[in-house]
T-cell receptor, first 115, second 110 residues
Framework: DSGVTQTPKHLITATGQRVTLRCSPRSGDLSVYWYQQSLDQGLQFLIQYYNGEERAKGNILERFSAQQFPDLHSELNLSSLELGDSALYFC??????????????FGPGTRLTVL | GENVEQHPSTLSVQEGDSAVIKCTYSDSASNYFPWYKQELGKGPQLIIDIRSNVGEKKDQRIAVTLNKTAKHFSLHITETQPEDSAVYFCAASRGQNFVFGPGTRLSVLP
């Protein structure tokens, strides 16, 4: 158990809908990262937050957004969903950000299925 | 940007044999190289990592070697066991943004 929690575990929805994925980092970790894992794309970095502020962006679509709250939990919002958004979405957390590389610990993931 | 290649994509070994997975990276400024194990239905789990100021690191049956000149690093698993069967991912980073390899599916046959 990494200490990172994600909810829900599974999510099934229809095209065009909007969903919210939730992540709680390990106790004491200030950074949260979101990744998308699909069969043909591997693990793709989406976005990073550090202590409530956006720190880095990866291959995140404009239809997707995220935020980190004062209690350090994070939410990833996916809107106007398409079939191709079906994937595993992972959250990871680490203690620090930016100045040096820190180990990232992954949560169990949310499996999103868009029908 | 950084690009990480990983080989082989699948690997089958007999229980007790060794397994080696190799990764190459493109950005010479990358300085942190973790390896993750992902079992079916679970998130990636860190199994070992190495930083650029070290050439080799061991943890029981697992070792990682790094060749900065050639820009490649390898995962070595000795005395493999059935519970080692999983998908293994390497990653390279020079800050906090990891770039992952495509993964290697390791099967340990009893």
């Amino acid at each position: 158990d990494s200490g990172v929690t994600q909810t829900p575990k599974h999510l099934i929805t229809a095209t065009g809908q909007r969903v919210t994925l939730r992540c709680s980092p390990r106790s004491g970790d200030l950074s949260v990262y979101w990744y998308q894992q699909s069969l043909d794309q591997g693990l793709q970095f989406l976005i990073q937050y550090y202590n409530g502020e956006e720190r880095a962006k990866g291959n995140i679509l404009e239809r997707f957004s995220a935020q980190q709250f004062p209690d350090l939990h994070s939410e990833l919002n996916l809107s106007s969903l398409e079939l191709g958004d079906s994937a595993l979405y992972f959250c990871a957390s680490s203690a620090r950000s930016g100045k040096s590389t820190d180990t990232q610990y992954f949560g169990p993931g949310t499996r999103l299925t868009v029908l | 940007g950084e690009n990480v290649e990983q080989h082989p994509s699948t690997l089958s070994v007999q229980e007790g044999d060794s397994a080696v997975i190799k990764c190459t990276y493109s950005d010479s400024a990358s300085n942190y190289f973790p390896w993750y194990k992902q079992e079916l239905g679970k998130g990636p789990q860190l199994i070992i990592d190495i930083r650029s100021n070290v050439g080799e690191k061991k943890d029981q049956r697992i070792a990682v070697t790094l060749n900065k000149t050639a820009k490649h690093f390898s995962l070595h698993i000795t005395e493999t066991q059935p519970e080692d069967s999983a998908v293994y991912f390497c990653a390279a980073s020079r800050g906090q943004n990891f770039v992952f390899g495509p993964g290697t599916r390791l099967s340990v046959l009893p």
